[in-house]
């Protein structure tokens, strides 16, 4: 789906004809990217695309989302593949998730909770590593004056970012009814991730998994 930028759905029916039951995982990205062509993408430009992602979140920018573009471009692929539930790894639209929720009837949030200063630590170290400048900007850019003008990158500058992010995703989703929305943590996720898969079944109505616990 990451190569056909134009046309997911094609990525996906390539991908399935090529690829046939293969499902080989790298375990292994790089700033969301992945060597293997079954491993999970991050799908990036996507969510960038729709939901103007590239620039700071302001509030009139929902007015410029093309709703029925994006809805026919989850149904194609969704229909890709056969039917069934997809899930999208998509950060970003936790800013928005109230809209996407209102304009995607059939949309369901999994948000997951990870430890503050984790967060921190490791936005700061992917800015220096990546960018290689800490006067430059990495992640989301809430729209609150002094997020913005802060630099050079310092712990306290992204520890401010990252609570500005949260505080705006907190907000964006405390109206979705709860039938429509589970939070877990990151960490039980990662130190119990068929507890948490069997919670996010349960909670969401899905058919029961094929995957067991060994």
């Not at 995982?25 to 990217?33: A, P």
């Not at 909670?203 to 067991?212: C, G, R, Y």
Request: net charge negative; aromatic share 10%; glycine share 6%.
């Amino acid at each position: 789906m990451a190569k056909f930028p134009d046309d997911p759905a094609k990525g996906v029916k390539f991908g399935r004809d090529l690829l046939k039951d293969s499902r080989q995982i790298s375990f292994h990205s790089e700033y969301g990217n992945t060597p293997e062509m079954t491993d999970p993408s991050e799908f990036g430009w996507f969510w960038r695309q729709f939901l103007n992602l590239n620039a700071p979140m302001s509030n009139g920018q929902m007015d410029a989302v093309d709703w029925d573009g994006l809805q026919k471009a989850l149904s194609s692929i969704k229909q890709a593949w056969g039917g069934i539930p997809i899930v999208y790894k998509c950060a970003g639209m936790g800013f928005h998730a109230k809209e996407v929720a209102s304009n995607i009837s059939d949309s369901v949030f999994l948000m997951i909770r990870r430890n503050e200063e984790d967060v921190i630590t490791s936005t700061l170290s992917a800015s220096i590593e990546r960018l290689g400048d800490r006067n430059a900007h990495y992640g989301f850019r809430p729209p609150l004056p002094d997020v913005q003008n802060w630099s050079p990158q310092t712990k306290a500058r992204v520890g401010h970012q990252v609570r500005a992010t949260n505080e705006l995703m907190n907000k964006a989703v405390e109206d979705i009814h709860y039938s429509r929305i589970l939070h877990i943590g990151y960490e039980d996720l990662v130190k119990s991730p068929f507890s948490s898969l069997s919670e996010i079944q349960h909670h969401f109505s899905l058919k029961p998994s094929m995957i067991e616990e060994e």
